[in-house]
């Protein structure tokens, strides 16, 4: 049974910072590409950062990150991590990790095979 789980969410104030894990089960972890989305009320689901599969050699963010954010993956604990640090109100979204067969990540969340349940990130002014 496919698993991923993320935690780490919370409320904060802005400029402080946070750390999403994502407990991944149920597959082959490094053989695939992860990802992190983020979802306001009444707005598309956003991309924020993806990693390469494997030793997450690649990786990439949203323009909106503006190196505030860092992903990375911890193959031996099927683990990956968004450091997010800097938090503006406008971050305030819930947070989903996804997982996509393949090397590369992909910007469009459609392309994604698995999907965590989500946690909800609240930051304010």
């Known amino acids: 049974q496919v698993q991923l789980v993320e935690s780490g969410g919370g409320l904060v104030q802005a400029g402080e910072s946070l750390r999403l894990s994502c407990a991944a089960s149920?597959?082959?972890?490094?053989?695939?590409?992860m990802g992190w989305f983020r979802q306001a009320p009444g707005k598309e689901r956003e991309f924020v950062a993806g990693?390469?599969?494997?030793?997450?050699?690649?990786?990439a963010y949203g323009d909106f990150v503006k190196g505030r954010f860092t992903i990375s993956r911890d193959n031996a604990k099927n683990t990956v991590l968004l450091q997010m640090n800097g938090l503006k109100p406008e971050d305030t979204a819930v947070y989903y990790c996804?997982?996509?067969?393949?090397?590369?990540?992909?910007?469009?969340?459609?392309?994604?095979?698995?999907w965590g349940q989500g946690t909800q990130v609240t930051v304010s002014s």
């Open positions: 149920g597959f082959t972890f490094s053989y695939y590409a």
């Open positions: 996804a997982a996509k067969t393949g090397y590369y990540y992909d910007r469009d969340y459609r392309r994604y095979d698995y």
């Open positions: 990693i390469s599969w494997s030793g997450g050699g690649v990786t």
